[in-house]
C-alpha cells in the first residue's frame, strides 16, 4: 500500500512536467511561422508598384510633346527683310544700296511645298539720289531639298508697283519723278528652325521702271525671312 502511494504521486509529477515542456514548445513553434511569413507581403508589394507606375508615365508623355511641335503649313504669314547693291544697267547709272521689306501670306500650299504667296513689298535705294518702290508680289515658294533640320526653296515672284525717283541738289532743289515699276526676282531659301525662319538670297532680281521710257537695275540682295 504504501508503494502505491508513492507512485501515484510520482507519476503526477511526471505527467505535469510534460504538460509544461509542451506548452513551452508551442510559442516556440508558432514563432517561425509568423517571422516566415510576414516578409511575403512587403515582397509582393514593391515590385508591382514599380512596374506599372513607370511606363504608364512613359507612354502618356509622348503624345504631349509631338502635339506642341507646329507644322510649317501652321505658320502661313511671313514678314521678310534683306538688302545688297541694285546696279544700274543703262548709261550713267550707279550702284546703289538697297533696303527690301516685304510681308505677305502663303494661300495655297500644296504637297511639301510651301505654295503660292502673295503680299505687299517696300524698297529703298540710296547714294547719289533716292529711290522708293511700293507694290504688291506673288510667286511660288518650292522645296527641292528637306531633310529633319532643313528645307531648301527656291522662289521664283513678280512684283508689280511704283517707283519714284527722288533728286535734291543745290540747283534744281528737289525734284521727284513717278514711274511704273515691274519686278522679276528669284530667290533661293534656307529654312531651318522647324520652318520658323529662313535665310534667303536673291540671285537673280530685275527692276524696270517705265514712265515714257525705261529705266533698268539689277538687285542681288540677302535677308531673312520670319515664318509665323
Not at 31 to 59: F, I, N, R
Not at 117 to 145: C, E, K, N
Request: hydrophobic letters at 40%; aromatic letters at 10%.
Amino acid at each position: 500500500m504504501a508503494v502505491a502511494a508513492l507512485a501515484e504521486p510520482t507519476a503526477v509529477a511526471a505527467q505535469e512536467a510534460q504538460e509544461a515542456q509542451e506548452a513551452q514548445e508551442e510559442p516556440a513553434e508558432a514563432q517561425p511561422a509568423a517571422d516566415t511569413e510576414a516578409p511575403e507581403e512587403p515582397a509582393e508589394a514593391q515590385p508591382a508598384a514599380s512596374t506599372e507606375a513607370q511606363p504608364a508615365a512613359d507612354t502618356e508623355a509622348q503624345p504631349t510633346t509631338r502635339t506642341r511641335s507646329r507644322s510649317r503649313s501652321d505658320r502661313p504669314f511671313y514678314l521678310s527683310f534683306g538688302g545688297g547693291p541694285s546696279i544700274g544697267l543703262d548709261s550713267g547709272s550707279s550702284v546703289k544700296f538697297k533696303l527690301q521689306q516685304e510681308a505677305g501670306y502663303h494661300f495655297l500650299p500644296f504637297g511639301d511645298h510651301p505654295g503660292i504667296f502673295a503680299g505687299v513689298t517696300f524698297g529703298q535705294s540710296y547714294i547719289d539720289y533716292s529711290i522708293f518702290q511700293f507694290g504688291g508680289r506673288a510667286g511660288v515658294d518650292f522645296a527641292i531639298l528637306k531633310t529633319d533640320s532643313f528645307r531648301l526653296l527656291v522662289t521664283p515672284s513678280i512684283a508689280l508697283g511704283f517707283g519714284a525717283y527722288v533728286v535734291s541738289s543745290s540747283v534744281i532743289g528737289t525734284e521727284m519723278r513717278t514711274l511704273f515699276n515691274l519686278q522679276l526676282a528669284g530667290d533661293v531659301k534656307l529654312e531651318i528652325l522647324d520652318g520658323k525662319l529662313a535665310i534667303w538670297v536673291r540671285p537673280i532680281g530685275l527692276d524696270l521702271f517705265i514712265n515714257g521710257g525705261s529705266l533698268e537695275r539689277y538687285d542681288v540682295l540677302f535677308g531673312v525671312q520670319l515664318n509665323l
